[in-house]
Protein backbone atom coordinates (compact mmCIF):
# COMPACT_ATOMS: atom_id res chain seq x y z
CA UNK A 1 0.00 0.00 0.00
CA UNK A 2 1.06 3.74 -1.02
CA UNK A 3 1.94 6.21 1.89
CA UNK A 4 3.73 8.82 -0.02
CA UNK A 5 1.75 11.65 0.88
CA UNK A 6 0.99 10.24 4.75
CA UNK A 7 4.93 9.77 4.83
CA UNK A 8 5.74 13.36 3.96
CA UNK A 9 2.55 14.55 6.29
CA UNK A 10 5.03 12.87 9.14
CA UNK A 11 8.02 14.23 7.82
CA UNK A 12 6.77 17.42 7.63
CA UNK A 13 5.58 17.18 11.65
CA UNK A 14 8.86 15.81 12.59
CA UNK A 15 10.95 18.87 11.22
CA UNK A 16 8.27 21.42 12.43
CA UNK A 17 7.45 22.11 8.89
CA UNK A 18 3.66 23.83 8.80
CA UNK A 19 1.68 23.20 5.28
CA UNK A 20 -0.83 25.56 4.18
CA UNK A 21 -3.79 23.86 2.04
CA UNK A 22 -6.45 25.45 -0.26
CA UNK A 23 -10.20 23.32 0.09
CA UNK A 24 -11.83 23.82 -3.12
CA UNK A 25 -15.29 22.77 -3.13
CA UNK A 26 -16.03 21.27 -6.77
CA UNK A 27 -19.40 22.92 -6.87
CA UNK A 28 -18.39 26.16 -5.81
CA UNK A 29 -16.09 26.50 -9.15
CA UNK A 30 -16.23 26.99 -12.71
CA UNK A 31 -13.04 26.34 -15.17
CA UNK A 32 -11.81 30.22 -15.29
CA UNK A 33 -12.35 30.44 -11.62
CA UNK A 34 -10.54 27.13 -10.43
CA UNK A 35 -7.83 28.27 -13.04
CA UNK A 36 -7.51 31.47 -10.70
CA UNK A 37 -7.11 29.64 -7.79
CA UNK A 38 -4.64 27.59 -9.37
CA UNK A 39 -2.65 29.84 -10.48
CA UNK A 40 -2.42 32.01 -7.29
CA UNK A 41 -2.00 28.82 -5.23
CA UNK A 42 1.35 27.82 -6.99
CA UNK A 43 2.56 31.44 -6.89
CA UNK A 44 1.92 31.19 -3.48
CA UNK A 45 3.88 28.08 -2.45
CA UNK A 46 0.60 25.95 -1.39
CA UNK A 47 1.58 23.07 -0.08
CA UNK A 48 -1.79 20.89 -0.51
CA UNK A 49 -5.14 20.63 -2.13
CA UNK A 50 -8.07 19.30 -0.31
CA UNK A 51 -11.17 18.40 -2.91
CA UNK A 52 -14.35 17.69 -1.93
CA UNK A 53 -17.85 18.38 0.26
CA UNK A 54 -20.13 17.66 2.39
CA UNK A 55 -22.33 17.81 -0.69
CA UNK A 56 -21.12 17.48 -4.25
CA UNK A 57 -23.94 17.91 -6.39
CA UNK A 58 -22.80 18.61 -10.00
CA UNK A 59 -20.54 15.56 -10.30
CA UNK A 60 -17.50 17.36 -11.80
CA UNK A 61 -15.15 16.09 -9.29
CA UNK A 62 -13.12 13.70 -12.16
CA UNK A 63 -12.63 16.90 -14.04
CA UNK A 64 -11.97 19.18 -11.35
CA UNK A 65 -9.25 17.18 -9.93
CA UNK A 66 -7.91 17.01 -13.38
CA UNK A 67 -7.67 20.53 -14.29
CA UNK A 68 -5.47 21.01 -10.72
CA UNK A 69 -3.50 17.72 -12.15
CA UNK A 70 -2.68 19.26 -15.86
CA UNK A 71 -1.89 22.59 -14.39
CA UNK A 72 0.48 22.56 -11.55
CA UNK A 73 2.26 20.08 -9.14
CA UNK A 74 0.69 20.38 -5.85
CA UNK A 75 -0.88 16.74 -4.55
CA UNK A 76 -4.15 16.42 -4.71
CA UNK A 77 -6.54 15.04 -1.75
CA UNK A 78 -9.86 13.64 -1.67
CA UNK A 79 -11.88 14.85 1.31
CA UNK A 80 -14.98 13.30 0.80
CA UNK A 81 -17.92 14.12 2.11
CA UNK A 82 -19.65 10.47 1.23
CA UNK A 83 -18.73 7.76 -0.08
CA UNK A 84 -19.73 8.71 -3.74
CA UNK A 85 -16.93 11.42 -3.94
CA UNK A 86 -14.44 9.01 -5.03
CA UNK A 87 -11.73 9.95 -7.96
CA UNK A 88 -9.06 7.99 -9.34
CA UNK A 89 -7.13 11.11 -10.76
CA UNK A 90 -6.22 12.55 -7.02
CA UNK A 91 -3.17 11.63 -5.21
CA UNK A 92 -4.57 10.46 -2.23
CA UNK A 93 -8.08 9.88 0.19
CA UNK A 94 -8.62 11.05 3.61
CA UNK A 95 -10.71 7.91 4.67
CA UNK A 96 -12.91 10.02 7.46
CA UNK A 97 -13.82 8.44 10.61
CA UNK A 98 -16.36 10.53 12.19
CA UNK A 99 -14.42 10.15 15.58
CA UNK A 100 -16.28 13.26 17.88
CA UNK A 101 -19.95 11.77 16.80
CA UNK A 102 -21.66 8.81 18.00
CA UNK A 103 -23.41 8.23 14.35
CA UNK A 104 -22.48 4.36 13.84
CA UNK A 105 -23.02 5.30 9.99
CA UNK A 106 -19.87 7.73 9.80
CA UNK A 107 -17.78 5.28 12.07
CA UNK A 108 -17.59 2.63 9.80
CA UNK A 109 -21.17 2.23 8.09
CA UNK A 110 -19.95 3.85 5.32
CA UNK A 111 -16.77 2.95 5.31
CA UNK A 112 -18.04 -0.79 4.79
CA UNK A 113 -20.25 0.30 1.79
CA UNK A 114 -17.32 2.49 -0.40
CA UNK A 115 -14.17 -0.65 0.73
CA UNK A 116 -14.39 -1.81 -2.39
CA UNK A 117 -14.41 1.16 -4.58
CA UNK A 118 -11.76 2.72 -2.66
CA UNK A 119 -9.65 -0.02 -2.86
CA UNK A 120 -10.41 -0.40 -6.49
CA UNK A 121 -9.29 3.20 -6.78
CA UNK A 122 -6.09 2.38 -6.18
CA UNK A 123 -5.71 5.87 -4.50
CA UNK A 124 -3.76 6.48 -0.62
CA UNK A 125 -5.61 5.86 1.56
CA UNK A 126 -4.91 7.74 4.66
CA UNK A 127 -7.22 6.75 7.68
CA UNK A 128 -8.20 9.63 9.42
CA UNK A 129 -10.02 10.98 12.72
CA UNK A 130 -12.70 13.70 11.98
CA UNK A 131 -13.62 15.79 14.39
CA UNK A 132 -16.25 18.49 14.41
CA UNK A 133 -15.98 21.38 17.36
CA UNK A 134 -18.60 23.59 17.61
CA UNK A 135 -18.33 26.99 15.63
CA UNK A 136 -20.98 29.06 16.68
CA UNK A 137 -23.36 28.09 13.66
CA UNK A 138 -25.03 25.27 12.09
CA UNK A 139 -23.02 24.10 8.98
CA UNK A 140 -23.55 21.90 6.51
CA UNK A 141 -21.20 19.25 8.12
CA UNK A 142 -23.09 18.68 11.26
CA UNK A 143 -26.39 18.64 9.69
CA UNK A 144 -24.83 15.94 7.01
CA UNK A 145 -23.74 14.33 9.69
CA UNK A 146 -26.75 14.50 12.46
CA UNK A 147 -23.88 14.15 15.28
CA UNK A 148 -23.39 16.79 18.05
CA UNK A 149 -20.17 18.80 17.65
CA UNK A 150 -17.66 18.64 20.45
CA UNK A 151 -18.05 21.79 22.51
CA UNK A 152 -15.81 24.98 21.50
CA UNK A 153 -14.63 25.34 25.27
CA UNK A 154 -14.17 21.56 25.94
CA UNK A 155 -10.41 21.15 25.10
CA UNK A 156 -10.50 18.40 27.37
CA UNK A 157 -13.13 15.81 25.46
CA UNK A 158 -11.45 17.00 22.16
CA UNK A 159 -8.19 15.55 23.67
CA UNK A 160 -9.04 12.31 24.48
CA UNK A 161 -11.11 12.05 21.10
CA UNK A 162 -7.84 12.69 19.51
CA UNK A 163 -5.74 10.67 21.85
CA UNK A 164 -8.76 7.55 21.66
CA UNK A 165 -8.47 8.16 17.47
CA UNK A 166 -4.59 7.90 17.26
CA UNK A 167 -4.84 4.80 19.55
CA UNK A 168 -7.34 3.52 17.14
CA UNK A 169 -5.25 3.99 13.69
CA UNK A 170 -5.86 6.85 12.54
CA UNK A 171 -3.06 8.01 10.86
CA UNK A 172 -3.84 11.88 10.78
CA UNK A 173 -6.58 14.09 13.44
CA UNK A 174 -8.61 16.68 11.54
CA UNK A 175 -10.28 19.38 13.77
CA UNK A 176 -12.97 21.11 11.71
CA UNK A 177 -15.45 24.03 12.75
CA UNK A 178 -17.12 23.40 9.80
CA UNK A 179 -17.46 25.82 6.35
CA UNK A 180 -18.63 29.09 7.19
CA UNK A 181 -17.78 28.91 11.15
CA UNK A 182 -18.96 31.79 13.09
CA UNK A 183 -16.18 30.65 15.55
CA UNK A 184 -12.96 28.68 14.60
CA UNK A 185 -11.27 26.60 16.70
CA UNK A 186 -9.54 28.16 19.55
CA UNK A 187 -5.68 27.73 20.10
CA UNK A 188 -6.39 26.93 23.76
CA UNK A 189 -8.22 23.51 22.17
CA UNK A 190 -5.60 23.28 19.59
CA UNK A 191 -2.73 23.33 21.97
CA UNK A 192 -4.25 20.66 24.26
CA UNK A 193 -4.73 18.83 21.86
CA UNK A 194 -1.41 18.83 20.10
CA UNK A 195 0.62 18.03 22.82
CA UNK A 196 -1.16 14.72 23.71
CA UNK A 197 -1.01 13.37 19.81
CA UNK A 198 1.49 12.10 17.69
CA UNK A 199 -0.25 12.12 14.50
CA UNK A 200 -0.19 14.91 12.28
CA UNK A 201 -2.93 17.51 13.43
CA UNK A 202 -4.75 19.06 10.73
CA UNK A 203 -7.16 22.50 11.26
CA UNK A 204 -10.13 24.10 9.23
CA UNK A 205 -13.18 26.22 9.77
CA UNK A 206 -13.61 29.61 10.36
CA UNK A 207 -10.25 31.19 9.41
CA UNK A 208 -10.58 34.45 7.80
CA UNK A 209 -6.98 35.67 8.42
CA UNK A 210 -3.37 35.28 8.25
CA UNK A 211 -3.45 36.14 11.80
CA UNK A 212 -5.37 33.43 12.93
CA UNK A 213 -3.83 30.76 10.49
CA UNK A 214 -0.43 31.61 12.00
CA UNK A 215 -1.75 31.60 15.79
CA UNK A 216 -3.19 28.26 14.94
CA UNK A 217 0.13 26.81 13.50
CA UNK A 218 1.94 28.42 16.97
CA UNK A 219 -0.41 26.38 19.19
CA UNK A 220 0.65 23.24 17.46
CA UNK A 221 -1.56 22.82 14.12
CA UNK A 222 0.76 20.87 11.16
CA UNK A 223 -1.89 21.57 8.50
CA UNK A 224 -4.39 24.52 8.24
CA UNK A 225 -7.07 24.22 5.46
CA UNK A 226 -8.93 27.39 4.00
CA UNK A 227 -11.74 26.73 1.73
CA UNK A 228 -14.91 28.83 2.09
CA UNK A 229 -12.86 32.28 3.26
CA UNK A 230 -10.83 32.02 -0.07
CA UNK A 231 -13.88 31.43 -1.87
CA UNK A 232 -14.89 35.50 -1.06
CA UNK A 233 -11.07 36.41 -1.75
CA UNK A 234 -8.64 34.64 -3.55
CA UNK A 235 -6.17 37.00 -2.92
CA UNK A 236 -5.80 35.95 1.03
CA UNK A 237 -4.09 32.75 -0.47
CA UNK A 238 -1.02 34.09 -0.62
CA UNK A 239 -1.41 36.09 2.97
CA UNK A 240 -2.54 33.20 4.43
CA UNK A 241 0.19 30.98 2.71
CA UNK A 242 2.82 33.58 3.87
CA UNK A 243 1.52 33.33 7.38
CA UNK A 244 1.84 29.49 8.03
CA UNK A 245 5.20 28.83 6.19
CA UNK A 246 6.11 32.04 8.35
CA UNK A 247 6.61 29.12 11.05
CA UNK A 248 8.87 27.72 9.11
CA UNK A 249 11.71 30.58 8.62
CA UNK A 250 11.63 30.64 11.99
CA UNK A 251 12.15 26.92 12.89
CA UNK A 252 14.99 26.70 10.07
CA UNK A 253 17.18 29.67 12.09
Given at each position: MKHKLYDQFAERKKLGRK??????????????????????????????????????????????????????????????????????????????????????????GQHVISAPLVKKSGLEIIPTGYMVIDGGAPTTVSYISNATPIPSDKSEIAMCTAMAGEMLGMRLVYMDAGSGAKRPISEVMIEKVAKHIDSPLIIGGGIITPEKAYLNCKAGADVIVVGNAIEKDASLIKEMSDAVHQLNTVSSL
Open positions: SFTVLIDPDKVDTPKLDQLINLSVDAGVDYFFVGGSLVIDNNLDECIQQIKQACDIPVVLFPGSPSQVSKYADALLYLSLISGRNPELLI
